[in-house]
């Protein structure tokens, strides 16, 4: 198994240009994550997902959006990308077990936004 | 915010020593995790701890929590060089929703 797998695991984007992360995982999970983790600030959530073509908003949803077509794959957008962005992206998955479960987390995605 | 907070932002030991880190949150939970990540990694979870449980042991790792005092603490015993990473809690409310603290970073000398 894979685990959870992100790509790309860099990019440098100019401000106003768009991009798309994709996450995907291999577990058959049905929540998926988008965090971004700034230094000092640990991660804070920014979309995630209950299942396929479920999305909601977390702490930071802001100028991302998401999609959620198939149960293993889980994107996040920019789509006119600004320097505040500039940050490590991380995707994690879990199962759907009620009140609490472990998540998986992937390698992560450095983002620069100059 | 309703992140939480950890203390030491970062700690430094000798291998074979223990290490402890804290853990504070603001509101009432369901469960409490910690993660550990390791430098350009992704997260890694170490174990997990319900509201009703007051104690857990993994291995080297001790986790405690008091509700009461809205804090958990992880000691990790006998420390390795390998155990040099950043330490997250993250709490759990609703679902499978968590908030993270913004870590503590540990370095075990060897």
């Known amino acids: 198994n894979a685990g959870v797998t992100q790509t790309p695991k860099f990019r440098v984007l100019k401000t106003g240009q768009s991009m798309t992360l994709l996450c995907a995982q291999d577990m058959n999970h049905e929540y998926m994550y988008w965090y971004r983790q700034d230094p000092g600030m640990g991660l804070r959530l920014i979309h995630y997902s209950v299942g396929e073509g479920t999305t909601a908003k977390g702490e930071v949803p802001d100028g991302y959006n998401v999609s959620r077509l198939k149960k293993q794959n889980f994107l996040l957008g920019l789509e006119s990308a600004a320097p505040s962005q500039t940050s490590v992206y991380f995707c994690?998955?879990?199962?759907?077990?009620?009140?609490?479960?472990?998540?998986?987390f992937g390698p992560g995605t450095r983002l620069t936004v100059t | 915010s309703q992140q939480g907070e950890e203390d030491p932002q970062a700690l430094s030991i000798q291998e074979g020593e223990n290490a402890t880190m804290n853990c504070s949150y603001k509101t009432s939970i369901n469960n409490l995790q910690w993660y550990r990540q390791n430098s350009g990694r992704g997260l890694v979870h170490l174990i997990l701890i319900r509201s009703n449980e007051r104690e857990k042991h993994s291995g080297r790792l001790r986790v405690t929590l008091d509700t009461s005092k809205k804090s958990s603490s992880l000691l990790i015993t006998a420390s390795r060089a390998a155990d040099t990473a950043s330490y997250f809690c993250?709490?759990?409310?609703?679902?499978?929703?968590?908030?993270f603290g913004a870590g503590t970073i540990l370095r075990v000398k060897s």
């Open positions: 994690a998955s879990s199962y759907l077990t009620g009140r609490m479960g472990e998540q998986y």
């Open positions: 993250a709490h759990s409310k609703y679902g499978n929703k968590l908030v």
